[in-house]
C-alpha cells in the first residue's frame, strides 16, 4: 500500500519560514520524481516545486528564489524549506510521487496559513 504522508504545516507570520516533510512508504522512492503542489481557496492546484530522481529541480517563479526542494532517498523523505513567506503562500499543501510506469501517487495535504 503506496503512502504519502506530510508533515510541517501551521500558522506562521510574513516573513517567517516552514519545512514541509513528505515520507513515502510502499514506492521505490528513489526512482520516482517528488513534487510539492498547493491549492488555494478557490484556486486551482499548482505545481509548487519538483525534484527529479537524479536531483534536479524546478520551481514556480512564484516561489524561485525563497523555497528549496530537497530529498533523502535513505529516509524515503522530500523536504520543502519555505523562507520568506507571504500571505499568498496560504494553501493546502501536498506531495506527489510520480514515475512513468506507475500511476500518481498523492498525499492527504498540510495547510499552510501566512498571517499576522
Known amino acids: 500500500q503506496v503512502q504519502l504522508v506530510e508533515s510541517g504545516g501551521g500558522l506562521v507570520q510574513p516573513g517567517g519560514s516552514l519545512r514541509l516533510s513528505c515520507k513515502a512508504s510502499?514506492?521505490?522512492?528513489?526512482?520516482?520524481?517528488m513534487g510539492w503542489y498547493r491549492q488555494a481557496p478557490g484556486k486551482q492546484r499548482e505545481l509548487v516545486a519538483l525534484?527529479?530522481?537524479?536531483?534536479?529541480?524546478k520551481y514556480a517563479d512564484s516561489v524561485q528564489g525563497r523555497f528549496t526542494i530537497s530529498r533523502d532517498n535513505a529516509k524515503n523523505t522530500v523536504y520543502l524549506q519555505m523562507s520568506s513567506l507571504r500571505p499568498e503562500d496560504t494553501a493546502i499543501y501536498s506531495c506527489?510521487?510520480?514515475?512513468?510506469?506507475?500511476?500518481?501517487?498523492w498525499g492527504q495535504g498540510t495547510q499552510v496559513t501566512v498571517s499576522s
Open positions: 506527489n510521487a510520480a514515475h512513468t510506469s506507475y500511476p500518481n501517487f
Open positions: 510502499g514506492i521505490i522512492f528513489s526512482i520516482f520524481a
Open positions: 525534484i527529479t530522481s537524479d536531483g534536479s529541480t
